[in-house]
């Protein structure tokens, strides 16, 4: 019963390059949630969808960031032309539904941490 | 907007002891869903408690417990019996239920948890 995988766990990109981040939801699950961890601080949330469509997007970046759940296979979180300020920790989440909430909390992936140099 | 406060930034507590962590929150909507998530060391975010605001009754899971405080928009949280694994930073999360709130939480900057013996 494999929870929300995230691979790869380290990532390390030289400034200018592209971060591509990938999130396999829990089986069963169609609705996956993107969130960002800045170093000492809490996650926060990036962007939400559910298979092919982007439900939610209010706290991407708009420009270099962006996300896709195809039909077949993980959830993608594309980071083009990183910056320093890109340093941080990526989590993945999914929930069988929306709201995720009753009885559906999101569940976490272990997250992957971007390292720009 | 939605913001969630967590005012204690590091506490402490002795083996067996109890420990209570403070959380505030603000927001307009009537109806929705508060949580407290662990991240050890190992950075898994992983949920400790949930609370669904429209029901009285404090939430508790075995030596975790909430005290759930509507008018005041307080969600504390409360470890008895603390153990050392239970060091870790604890981050209190809101959801709502209205468009623009659902599916995505809101976190506090978190709370570190130190266990001595």
């Known amino acids: 019963n494999a929870g929300v995988m995230q691979n790869p766990r380290h990532l390390v990109r030289r400034r200018g390059q592209e971060a591509r981040l990938r999130c396999s939801p829990m089986?069963?699950?169609?609705?996956v949630y993107w969130y960002r961890q800045l170093p000492e601080e809490g996650l926060k949330f990036m962007v939400y969808?559910?298979?092919?469509?982007?439900?939610?997007e209010s706290g991407m970046p708009k420009e270099r960031f962006s996300a896709e759940f195809p039909k077949e296979g993980p959830s993608i979180l594309r980071i083009q032309q990183v910056v320093r300020g890109d340093s941080a920790a990526y989590f993945c989440a999914s929930s069988p539904f929306g709201m995720g909430g009753d009885n559906q909390p999101q569940h976490f992936g272990d997250g992957t941490r971007l390292s720009i140099l | 907007a939605q913001t969630v406060t967590q005012s204690q930034p590091e506490m402490s507590v002795q083996e067996a002891e109890t420990v209570t962590l403070s959380c505030t929150y603000d927001t307009s909507e009537s109806d929705y869903y508060l949580f407290w998530y662990k991240q050890p060391p190992s950075r898994q975010m992983i949920l400790v408690i949930r609370q669904e605001a429209y029901k009285q009754q404090n939430a508790t899971e075995n030596r975790f417990s909430v005290n759930f405080q509507k008018a005041a928009k307080s969600f504390s949280l409360k470890i008895s019996d603390s153990q050392l694994g239970d060091a870790a930073m604890y981050f209190c999360a809101y959801m709502g239920t209205y468009t623009g709130t659902a599916s995505k939480l809101t976190f506090g900057t978190g709370t570190r948890l130190q266990v001595t013996l």
């Open positions: 969808l559910q298979k092919e469509n982007i439900i939610d």
């Open positions: 089986k069963g699950h169609s609705h």
